[in-house]
């Protein structure tokens, strides 16, 4: 069979929505390829006025490239190479070599004999079928070092996620995505020569989990290995039989109650209907002492237990409250220090096995200026109180604490350094007065490797995009983690620049 190479002076080769059918698997794929050849006359052969139309997988349509052809479609002033004549190729001088070789995006250095080689080995794999656009693999004939790098790096973290988690892997991450980068590396005319491929393996891939699930995007600037996208349809636990006495608690930072109860399809009313939760925790409820009684009447049927603390030093300002179907034994607002209660932070109720603490922490604000009070200060006088409450019960510490822990809870880490909420500092405070005084992270430690956010920012759409970091949390005393079933995140309910997270505990 006649394999022929157009080679052109001042071309580009723009190939468009080549479509990748898989036989075995059913899927399409559109793609797009656009490679810049050198501009520079290649040959002395006759140029074509037109380019020719070379048919594709399912269509007619002219600037495509196919396994069936094996020829790749040049611009105006093509010309034609007939591969059938090897012989020939020792002919050429080494000036000639050269053009041609770089056209195809090989290096073209060294002797004639090793020019010769090389443009042989091209001509054979192009006969055979490698050198060309198939179905299956679409080659680029320039591939950056890093580029190459990138491309490893992606194999990489597949293959262990893959390995790891199999098809929930596949699904969850983006990097899952229905094309697999490889790189293949080999020696042409004794130069190293580096080849790209995209490769199609949809197998268990969700096209439109990305568009339709965006949370199940992974986004990370900075990820390692085996990090996964978090997916609550794969990574819950099945619910518990009836036989099993379970509590679900739930937390949200609404980040305003008056504006969130407007939206009909994203009131409380309805994530009570769906997630049925004993106990509700809600941060920056931006509430009057004046406007609570209101919204406690229309909030919730089946909830006759609620307790607010509203902001008196900063009217609309943060504010919290926890919402019961169980009565508990005592209420009590704040840290009981008068300096760190005037802003509605804290609710703690207390039940037969436990305290429940609903916490809004303060932010560090901009330039950091309530840095030094968040760490010297609120956190360690907090940590305090829940120490002594710990000596007679376990404690559930939950809400918005403000602070991604760890590089794995934000989307930019290197980005953020000094930004509010994952300064060194706070992170430190974090670790000391929390973690390590006997606290449970309920979320990592039943998810060590998984990527999943509770907040994303406005400004930017990180929602869309996934990129976000995970301020809420929900701790708990090392002697009832044991206890917890299930603690996850609930990242399609929309109406705040946070989500709402849970926790299951057997009793």
Same mark, same amino acid.
């Given at each position: 069979?006649? /394999?022929?190479?157009?080679?052109?002076?001042?071309?580009?080769?723009?190939?468009?929505?080549?479509?990748?059918? &898989?036989?075995?698997?059913?899927? %399409?794929?559109?793609?797009?390829?656009?490679?810049?050849?050198?501009?520079?006359?290649?040959?002395?052969?006759?140029?074509?006025?037109?380019?020719? *139309?070379?048919?594709?997988?399912?269509?007619?349509?002219?600037?495509?490239? $196919?396994?069936? $052809?094996?020829?790749?479609?040049?611009?105006?002033?093509?010309?034609?190479?007939?591969?059938?004549?090897? *012989?020939?190729? %020792?002919?050429? $001088?080494? /000036?000639? #070599?050269?053009?041609?070789?770089?056209?195809?995006?090989?290096?073209?250095?060294? +002797?004639?004999?090793?020019?010769?080689?090389?443009?042989? &080995?091209?001509?054979?794999? $192009? *006969?055979?079928?490698?050198? &060309?656009? !198939?179905?299956?693999?679409?080659?680029?004939?320039?591939?950056?070092? +890093? %580029?190459?790098? /990138?491309?490893?790096? !992606?194999?990489?973290? #597949?293959? /262990?996620v893959t390995l790891e988690d199999g098809t929930i892997g596949i699904k969850d991450e983006q990097l899952r995505k229905d094309q697999e980068l490889l790189v293949e590396s080999n020696v042409v005319g004794g130069k190293r020569k580096v080849q790209a491929k995209r490769k199609v393996f949809s197998e268990s891939v969700n096209l439109s989990a990305n568009h339709d699930e965006p949370w199940t995007i992974f986004a990370h600037k900075k990820p390692q290995d085996g990090w996964i996208a978090y997916n609550p349809k794969t990574m819950r636990p099945p619910p518990l039989s009836g036989s099993n006495k379970a509590l679900k608690l739930m937390s949200w930072n609404v980040n305003g109650l008056r504006g969130l109860l407007k939206l009909e399809s994203l009131c409380i009313k309805k994530l009570a209907q769906r997630e049925d939760f004993d106990l509700l925790c809600l941060q920056e409820t931006k509430l009057q002492e004046k406007d609570v009684k209101v919204i406690k009447e229309s909030l919730v049927d089946g909830y006759d237990n609620s307790f607010w603390t509203c902001s008196v030093s900063k009217l609309g300002y943060s504010g919290t409250a926890i919402i019961s179907r169980i009565k508990p034994l005592s209420v009590k607002y704040g840290l009981g220090i008068i300096d760190h209660d005037s802003e509605g932070r804290l609710v703690t109720v207390e039940f037969d096995d436990f305290y429940l603490l609903c916490v809004y922490v303060p932010n560090s604000g901009d330039g950091l200026r309530r840095l030094s009070y968040r760490i010297t200060q609120w956190d360690p006088f907090l940590a305090n109180y829940v120490k002594e409450l710990e000596k007679s019960k376990p404690v559930i510490l939950t809400g918005d604490l403000n602070c991604a822990h760890e590089e794995i809870d934000i989307y930019n880490p290197a980005g953020n350094k000094r930004s509010a909420g994952f300064t060194d500092e706070e992170r430190q405070s974090f670790e000391t007065n929390f973690l390590n005084r006997g606290f449970v992270d309920t979320f990592r430690k039943q998810h060590p490797g998984v990527v999943g956010y509770t907040y994303w920012g406005y400004r930017h759409g990180g929602r869309k995009t996934n990129k976000g970091w995970r301020l809420d949390y929900f701790l708990v005393s090392e002697s009832i983690a044991d206890k917890v079933y299930d603690s996850y995140i609930v990242p399609d309910v929309a109406g705040s620049d946070h989500c709402p997270i849970g926790l299951v505990l057997k009793l």
């Open positions: 069979m006649v /394999q022929v190479l157009k080679i052109g002076c001042c071309y580009s080769l723009s190939v468009r929505n080549i479509a990748a059918v &898989s036989k075995n698997r059913g899927i %399409e794929l559109s793609v797009k390829l656009r490679a810049m050849a050198p501009k520079r006359r290649l040959s002395s052969s006759s140029a074509a006025s037109e380019p020719s *139309e070379v048919p594709s997988v399912g269509s007619s349509r002219p600037g495509k490239a $196919t396994a069936k $052809t094996g020829a790749v479609e040049s611009g105006e002033s093509g010309f034609e190479v007939n591969v059938d004549d090897i *012989e020939s190729v %020792e002919k050429m $001088t080494v /000036q000639q #070599l050269r053009l041609k070789l770089r056209s195809a995006g090989i290096p073209a250095r060294g +002797s004639k004999h090793e020019l010769v080689s090389a443009f042989k &080995s091209f001509l054979n794999d $192009t *006969e055979n079928g490698n050198g &060309s656009l !198939s179905m299956e693999d679409q080659v680029s004939p320039e591939v950056k070092l +890093s %580029e190459v790098s /990138q491309i490893k790096r !992606s194999k990489k973290r #597949l293959e /262990q």
